[in-house]
């Protein structure tokens, strides 16, 4: 096992690369100070930062091909490091890579890469260019912890470590004021998560008296019977966990408002690695959940759910960035109503193709507004597929895989999740009814997205904006994208008996095998049979085509379409434009009545009370010290009557008792 | 015929034990003689202090010796006179407090005091008196010192007659005082109705009237030691007494009350004392703490702290009787008033030099900002309301855990977190007094004249520091020669 | 004379006490204030005679009684009556002098 | 070795009296050597301590003084001047030490009038700091125990600000009421058990009846709940805090408060480990309450220095429920968790120290975007507050999960009440850094603050540094504690099987008593 100690430079070469771009920073900050402009110092930290993520890839290529080229090695696993000795229980490190984690570690180093490249012509010209780079790659850093760990709770320190790097990240023009609320808000809904998170971690400690998660994996099947709702309490509380980083209901509405970083955080983060951590820890424990099965069709309903309100909150949106949030907010639901479905492979095929389009969606929008001199208003765009042609078509690429038309990535891995809900059938009936309906909602927005962005008359002063093409380090990772949204497919082409088929359901088996042995307790899976597997990718096709034709239709000549809904049905798009009202029924139901208990803690019962009791002794002490003065008035009289009485009392006290 | 009985006092003095007895009283009586002597003859007047000074040192030095004897005198003059290691402790506490208090006086008054040296002598009676009581054995030989005592100090209370103030103070304090006179007085001959004696040792309170004969006696004592209800005088006698003079009746007389309630009373208290007099106490202790509380005059918030001292004090006599043995409650007392004398003594006798230095009022706005002219005065100062509140690494807070230790013994463990809880009360004083000196900016313009502070003074303050200190931290020393 | 019984005395003497007591009380010159703890001093007095009488009645003669020991005391307090008196009354003159009253209601310059 | 430890800043002291007050840079050269030797001395002791030894190390005994109780029959007590240190202790003499020249260093920045007597106390309040956490014998650590409150006490008093006074003595009366309870208590412990050495008494403690236990326990409890301060005896930390200068301020939160948790662990959990399981459950609730009412009364705070002074209400309730958990994890994580918690809060204090050196000023809402004029210190402020929030990585998490996983087997339902504390830590936290540091800047005189000085970040660095460590490999910390928490959790379950027999033959006697009566 030693010899796979390199890998722990996964994780602390971007790290090690972050340490370097903060000092970078620093350095600009001081040359700034002494009049210069520290550009030199920037550039170097954006190179220094891409160059760690290039050898991050090529240690993500190399763990993989040691794990395809060897299939009798499951896992490749570092040396531990011991963390934290508890007495009762302890807690040891080590970097694994297995056929999970390798999938994941190529879609962060992947796209992670390709983004870090697309940055260093965004953020040009950025006062905080190096401190850029440094939060970025700090976040590969947590992300990459994320993954690798053994334990639960190394895992969490990428949970964490995420988080921290998404609010520091999302609150980088915090002068502008909201970014740094938004930043705040996503924290702190992530720590609701990260509370039951760290629950679900104690139960799994007195359960299973360790946080390896191979051990803990290993060891569910023992359990069933003795500790079944135990763990699925576990479960549903680490679910919890996930609602929080994955943006599902009730906890998704900070990822709207987490538009307010830089767009290459929004594609790296918030939608291609970050997000799709919750999707992770699930698979990593799938034994768990397969083993609850109450608690996997409570993840299904709030997965469907998720879907539906993000798709249908889409429709409304005018800011393009907001489109693709509530969309990623909803493809992330698919995730969930696959891992529900006991689709484990569906949901991670789904989370890569979703890193790829939706990387690609997000870095496009960003090539627009950085195009557009920071709008994002699509009413006040159009037009713009003729100055910008390369972003143009790479955002086409990603839109048609986002809306499932059909042969694109998307549209495989959507409609595999789809087909496992139909097959579970019973109960999941309904789930797959919302899903389809998502899925007809998800075609329209986007090509409605489209259509207002890229078509019609130019909405914008042509005087003021002269909207262009971006430079090549921007359009080129967007091609790469676009090549893999169109592409992407081939991972895990549906079960039509053609070669290459289910590639990543087989490859990933080893970790999944014993969530489904559980789960079907021996028995197969069940597969759909060939013609049904055909109808449904006939009505997954048919949806798309017809629903992105008319989103597309409905809006290439303006938002008039929209203008018409509003008059018509003005409840109803209030509704959806502000996200199912679930915000401010947040702020009016949760955050102002503790506010007001906060207040209220603060000066009735603390300074009041409390305080109030200890100033009421001493001020008692004062009252009585100046009521008894009375009693020394100086007269030789009332002193000799005090002392005969006293001697009186003493006497009769003592003789009589 | 007298001079029959004259031969017999000197027979009786012949014997060794009496001798030793009674020397260091002796001593004393001998050095007021002289000293008047001195003051009447111009050639000797000079060497007044040396009279005065040698009496106390020759006084302590046959303190010293009966403490370190190895049979000590025990009882002597058929019995009626105790003289041993405790008394002897006890001896010298009061002659180092006199010997403070005529160290302090010495500064304290600027203008040329008439009959200075009267006053002198006068201090240098009232150890006699505390010695005569410590070591009484009989209520007659305690009546000998009671009044040995108090005379002087009706008559040193009003000794600025010129002002109102002190004697108001003198006039109160000796009409309550012999008001209780007269109830010691009664009580005894209660007793010595019942019993037909007035040897402590033989009495016994088993009847109703030497119930009552007890009771008063123990009253008049509450008055000497002022605890309620017999402690409303305190405040305005203190306040009006030449502030020496308060000092010494903090201390000294106070002591010598206690020693013998503690050392010979308490035996003699009906059971049902045990509750009365914890009663007593804890009242005593609120009404002093709460009246020092609200009190701006720092003499008077002295007095009141003093009476909060004495209901703590009086604690170890409620466990006393309640353990039926004051071993432990006459060492604690001991210890207890050992460091009060020095910090309660030190602290009027800060005072009595500040009233010299100009600022002529004794009220706390005076002592606001004074850590920036007179560190020294401040630091010391602070020690002893240290000490006072019982803090450790003070004698004070020893003391309080002797007294403590005491209450424990006798299970008493709700009195004595009352008593505890009490002295949270006494701290905010104490501590209000740090503030000003320390935390308060000095107020404008109104500099200190600088007059030249007696040599004796500052030594007797460095004096009670050490006192204070040692008492705090190297407690074997005191406590290896109670044993 | 003799058969006198030693609880009439007794009685007398508490009166006597109580008189004086009251007097202390109530009086507000200072010099009958004097003069009532006098009574009470004779009081004590009176009982210490009366005891002593009593303790020298043959058939109560028991160890640790002293019959002569009340007679002595009654000495001593005649004797510090007199001191008091002396000192008392030379505080009561400068009381007088500063102030031109012996009234007790004049001692209002201490209190709280 | 330990008594130069504890006796050198004392020395130094005196030296400092002993120098003419008006060379200011001389007196605090001193100061700062005096503190760096005893750093020296503290981190060396550290390092050459062994953790896996339950009993003390470098032990120093001589005899002291004899306590009488009285001559007829009752036991003499001898008192020693009895020092060393354990697995209890070493973590917090450790963090004192390396604490001191940090405050000496930062008090330049503020103390500027009366410099000597301030460094005076300080070193004063050193040793008294020291002397309580290395105290043996239990007399001389209730000495030191008081004798620590008075130079706090001029500290606040004189250099503190608006309501110094106010605060200070409701501080010093507050700590004092609790004391003298437990002096009553420490008497009683002496009388019962005949002796006064701390490990005695530990050994012969669960000897005494199980009602003396409880109130002794309880007399113990009380004063070291004031001191922590467990809910509701908490009100005077806020304005102690508030008033006090950042020196003052720092070492309140760093050692001072940990003088109480040290207490409850040493003469609560491990000498009377019956009387603790018995009433655990109401410290569990204190605890886990006080997490959340901490957390609330600091998210209602306008005043920065105040926010900080309510949130230690809330971290220190994870320190109490670690406590009174009572399992290895618990323990270990609470020792763990008063060092963090000093290391966190102490540097919260020091940053809003030099941001009011500048702005002069600590209520939030005439901050904002300091950030823009100040990237550095911004760093190490949200990094402090991110340790505060305990992210995982840095030193909050560590202990903050250890006591959390120790106590939710004991009381999962106010594990779930503390846990939620996570989530409103991190709400008042980052409210109070967007506040401060982000945001337009919109206060123009804050466009000229200068960023922090070299003086600034050597005090800063080390504490970072320590936060990372122990946040990275906390095991070098927590074996230190291993030996000695083993031996009091070994305590606890004898305690346990202890108090379940006895259960159990009063069970068993009713079951017989009715039989008989059939």
């Known amino acids: 096992m030693g010899s796979f100690n390199w890998l722990w430079l996964l994780p602390f070469l971007p790290l090690a690369g972050s340490v370097c771009a903060a000092t970078m920073h620093f350095g600009t900050l001081r040359a700034r100070k002494e009049g210069n402009t520290g550009t030199r110092l920037s550039s170097i930290a954006g190179l220094i930062a891409c160059g760690v993520m290039a050898a991050a890839l090529a240690l993500s290529l190399y763990a993989f091909i040691q794990l395809a080229g060897n299939r009798e090695v499951t896992a490749l696993e570092s040396s531990s490091w011991a963390w934290i000795d508890a007495g009762s229980f302890s807690v040891e490190l080590s970097m694994v890579v297995d056929r999970l984690s390798s999938v994941m570690l190529l879609v962060i180093t992947g796209v992670g890469f390709l983004i870090h490249i697309y940055s260093i012509g965004y953020m040009k010209g950025d006062p905080g260019y190096a401190k850029f780079f440094a939060y970025l790659n700090l976040f590969v850093f947590a992300m990459l912890m994320l993954v690798l760990s053994s334990s639960l709770l190394g895992m969490f320190v990428g949970w964490e470590g995420v988080g921290l790097c998404s609010y520091l990240l999302i609150g980088f023009w915090h002068e502008k004021g909201w970014p740094a609320e938004a930043g705040q808000k996503a924290f702190v809904f992530n720590r609701v998560g990260d509370a039951c998170f760290l629950l679900g971690s104690f139960l799994l400690i007195a359960i299973f008296d360790t946080l390896d998660l191979s051990d803990i994996a290993n060891s569910v099947q023992a359990n069933i019977g003795a500790n079944s709702r135990l763990m699925a309490l576990a479960a549903l509380l680490l679910f919890g966990g996930a609602c929080g980083k994955s943006a599902q209901f009730p906890l998704f509405t900070w990822l709207p408002d987490a538009m307010a970083g830089p767009t290459p955080v929004s594609a790296l983060i918030h939608a291609a690695t970050m997000v799709t951590a919750g999707v992770y820890l699930l698979l990593r424990l799938n034994p768990l959940y397969a083993a609850a099965p109450t608690v996997l069709f409570i993840i299904g309903c709030v997965g469907a759910l998720t879907a539906l309100i993000g798709a249908s909150t889409a429709l409304m949106q005018r800011d393009i960035k907001k489109v693709l949030a509530y969309s990623t907010v909803s493809q992330l639901g698919y995730m969930f109503l696959g891992i529900a479905t006991g689709a484990w492979s569906a949901a991670l095929f789904h989370l890569v193709t979703h890193a790829f389009f939706k990387g690609l969606l997000f870095l496009g929008s960003g090539s627009v507004i950085h195009g557009m001199r920071d709008e994002q208003d699509m009413y006040k765009m159009g037009g713009l597929r003729r100055h910008m042609p390369r972003t143009y078509i790479t955002f086409l690429a990603g839109a048609a895989a986002l809306s499932g038309i059909p042969l694109t990535s998307g549209f495989f891995s959507k409609d595999e999740i789809l087909a496992h809900t139909f097959l579970h059938g019973g109960l999941y009936w309904p789930l797959w009814i919302v899903g389809i309906f998502s899925a007809i909602l998800t075609a329209f927005y986007t090509w409605r997205m489209v259509a207002l962005t890229f078509f019609g008359d130019e909405r914008f002063d042509a005087n003021k904006i002269r909207p262009h093409e971006s430079p090549a380090t921007m359009t080129l990772p967007l091609s790469i994208l676009a090549v893999l949204a169109l592409a992407g497919g081939l991972l895990n082409l549906p079960a039509l008996h053609i070669p290459g088929e289910q590639a990543l359901r087989d490859w990933i088996s080893p970790v999944t095998a014993a969530g489904d042995a559980i789960l079907y307790a021996g028995a197969q899976a069940h597969h759909p049979s060939l013609w049904l597997e055909l109808v449904l990718l006939a009505l997954g096709s048919a949806i798309a085509l017809v629903f992105a034709h008319k989103g597309f239709h409905g809006f290439k000549n303006g938002w008039q379409h929209d203008d018409a809904m509003r008059s018509k049905r003005p409840e109803l798009v209030g509704f959806l434009e502000h996200a199912w009202m679930v915000d401010s029924t947040y702020a009016a139901k949760i955050v102002a009545p503790l506010r007001l208990a906060s207040y209220v803690i603060a000066t009735l019962v603390d300074q009041m009370l409390i305080d109030g009791m200890v100033n009421g002794a001493g001020r008692l002490a004062m009252k009585s010290g100046s009521k008894l003065r009375s009693v020394v008035d100086g007269s030789v009289m009332s002193y000799a009557l005090w002392m005969g009485a006293g001697a009186s009392i003493l006497t009769v006290v003592w003789t009589c008792f | ?483 | ?112 | ?518």
């Open chain 3, 1 to 112: 004379m003799m058969n006198v019984p030693t609880e009439h005395i007794l009685t007398l003497s508490a009166l006597l006490f109580a008189t004086g007591v009251l007097g202390f009380l109530i009086r507000r010159n200072v010099i009958i204030v004097l003069a009532s703890i006098e009574l009470m001093l004779n009081a004590a007095n009176l009982t210490f005679l009366a005891a002593s009488r009593h303790w020298s009645q043959t058939h109560l003669a028991a160890d640790g009684v002293n019959i002569m020991q009340g007679p002595i005391f009654s000495l001593f307090v005649i004797l510090v009556a007199a001191a008091e008196a002396a000192v008392g009354l030379a505080l009561v003159i400068a009381f007088y002098r500063l102030k031109q009253t012996v009234a007790l209601d004049a001692l209002t310059e201490l209190k709280d």
């Open chain 2, 1 to 483: 015929m007298i001079t029959q009985d004259l031969v017999q006092v000197f027979d009786m003095l012949s014997e060794p034990a009496a001798r030793m007895a009674t020397a260091p009283m002796l001593a004393l009586a001998v050095g007021v003689a002289l000293y008047l002597l001195c003051e009447v003859i111009d050639l000797l007047r000079t060497a007044r202090p040396i009279v005065f000074l040698g009496s106390i040192a020759l006084s302590i030095f046959y303190e010293l010796r009966i403490l370190q004897a190895d049979s000590a005198p025990g009882a002597v003059f058929d019995g009626t006179f105790i003289a041993d290691g405790q008394t002897a402790l006890w001896g010298i506490l009061f002659l180092v407090g006199t010997l403070l208090v005529w160290a302090y006086s010495v500064g304290y008054y600027r203008e040329n005091l008439p009959f200075k040296a009267e006053y002198d002598a006068l201090i240098l009676c009232t150890p006699v008196g505390m010695m005569l009581m410590v070591g009484a054995n009989d209520l007659i030989v305690f009546f000998v010192g009671l009044e040995l005592l108090s005379m002087p100090l009706y008559a040193l209370a009003a000794f600025r007659r010129a002002k109102i103030e002190s004697v108001e103070a003198g006039l109160k304090y000796f009409l309550l005082g012999s008001f209780s006179s007269a109830l010691f007085l009664y009580g005894a001959a209660l007793l010595y109705a019942n019993g037909g004696t007035l040897a402590l040792d033989a009495l016994v309170a088993e009847s109703n009237l030497a119930t009552t004969g007890v009771a008063l006696v123990a009253a008049s004592l509450f008055f000497k030691v002022s605890v309620f209800p017999f402690h409303l005088w305190v405040p305005d006698v203190y306040q009006g007494s030449p502030t020496p003079i308060t000092a010494l009746m903090a201390t000294g007389a106070k002591a010598g009350a206690f020693s013998f309630l503690i050392v010979r009373l308490t035996p003699l208290l009906p059971p049902a004392a045990a509750q009365t007099v914890a009663v007593i106490a804890l009242v005593t202790m609120a009404l002093g703490n709460l009246g020092a509380l609200v009190q701006r005059d720092l003499k008077r918030m002295l007095a009141y702290s003093g009476i909060a001292h004495a209901g703590t004090l009086l604690l170890v006599v409620a466990a006393g009787v309640a353990l039926g043995d004051t071993s432990g409650g006459e060492q604690a007392a001991w210890y207890y008033m050992g460091a009060y004398l020095f910090t309660a003594t030190g602290a009027f006798g800060l005072i009595s030099l500040l009233e010299a230095d100009g600022a002529r009022f004794t009220n706390l706005d005076a002592l606001r900002g004074l850590a920036h002219s007179r560190p020294g005065i401040a630091a010391a100062l602070s020690l002893f309301m240290l000490s006072l509140g019982g803090i450790p690494a003070t004698g004070g807070f020893l003391g309080k855990w002797f007294v403590f230790a005491e209450l424990v013994r006798a299970d008493m463990i709700g009195v004595a977190v009352l008593g505890a809880l009490f002295t949270v009360v006494a701290l905010g004083y104490y501590l209000r007094v740090i503030a000003y000196l320390w935390m308060e900016p000095p107020p404008e313009g109104a500099a200190l004249s600088n007059t030249q502070r007696p040599l004796t003074a500052g030594l007797a303050t460095v004096f009670c520091c050490l006192g204070v200190l040692a008492m705090g931290l190297l407690p074997a020393l005191f406590l290896d020669r109670m044993n």
């Open chain 4, 1 to 518: 070795m330990l008594s130069a430890l504890t006796f050198l800043p004392l020395v130094g002291a005196i030296v400092i009296v002993a120098l003419p007050g008006r060379s200011v840079q001389l007196l605090r050269m001193v100061a700062l050597a005096v503190t760096v030797a005893v750093a020296a001395m503290g981190v060396s002791l550290f390092i050459g301590f062994d953790g896996t030894r339950a009993a003390a190390q470098n032990v120093l005994e001589t005899a002291w003084f004899t306590l009488p109780f009285g001559a007829s029959g009752a036991r003499e007590v001898d008192v020693h001047f009895f020092l060393g240190v354990d697995g209890v202790s070493i973590l917090l003499v450790a963090l004192t030490s390396i604490l001191m020249p940090l405050v000496v260093m930062s008090s330049i920045g503020h103390i500027n009038h009366r410099v000597k007597e301030f460094l005076v106390w300080l070193l004063v309040m050193e040793t008294g700091m020291l002397g309580v956490f290395l105290s043996l014998d239990v007399v001389l650590f209730y000495f030191f125990w008081e004798v620590s409150l008075v130079p706090l006490y001029f500290i606040v008093g004189i250099w503190g600000g608006d309501r110094r006074l106010y605060a200070t003595i409701k501080f010093f009366l507050y700590t004092v009421a609790g004391s003298l309870v437990m002096l009553v208590a420490v008497i009683g412990a002496i009388y019962y058990l005949g002796t006064s050495s701390i490990p005695a008494l530990v050994e012969s403690a669960s000897d005494l009846p199980a009602e003396t236990q409880a109130w002794l326990f309880g007399a113990f409890a009380l004063a070291f709940a004031i001191k922590v301060p467990i809910l509701p005896f908490h009100t005077w930390l806020a304005d102690a805090h508030t008033e006090a200068p950042t020196a003052g301020s720092v070492l309140l939160a760093a050692v001072l408060l940990k003088m109480g948790t040290y207490g409850l662990l040493r003469f609560g959990v491990e000498m009377f480990p019956e009387a603790a399981l018995t009433y655990a459950p109401v410290f569990l609730a204190l605890g886990a309450i006080g997490i959340v009412y901490g957390a609330f009364l600091a998210w209602a705070q306008t005043d920065l220095k105040r926010l900080i002074a309510c949130s230690s209400v809330s971290h220190l309730g994870f320190c109490v429920l670690g406590l009174f958990a009572m399992t290895e994890a618990g323990l270990r994580g609470s020792v763990l968790q008063m060092i963090n918690h000093g290391l966190s809060t102490g540097l919260l204090f020091l940053l809003v120290g030099m941001i009011y050196e500048r702005t002069h000023t600590r209520r939030l809402d005439r901050f904002g975007g300091i950030a823009t004029v100040m990237p550095v210190f911004s760093f190490f402020f949200v990094f402090t507050v991110l340790s505060s929030a305990g992210l995982p990585g840095l030193n909050g998490f560590v202990g903050e999960y250890m006591i959390l996983a120790g106590t939710f087997t004991v009381s999962p339902f106010w594990t779930a009440i503390s846990v939620s504390g996570v989530i409103f830590g991190a709400v008042y936290l980052l409210m109070a850094t967007r506040r401060v540091l982000f945001g337009p800047l919109v206060h123009e005189e804050n466009r000229k603050l200068l960023d922090l000085g070299g003086r600034e970040l050597a005090t800063l660095i080390p504490l970072v540094a320590l936060c990372v460590w122990i946040g990275v490999a906390p095991n070098g910390f927590i074996q230190k504690t291993a030996g000695s928490l083993d031996r009091i959790s070994h305590r606890v379950e004898r305690a346990q099987e202890h108090m379940r027999i006895g259960r159990l033959s009063t069970a068993q006697q009713t079951v017989l008593r009715t039989e008989v009566e059939r």
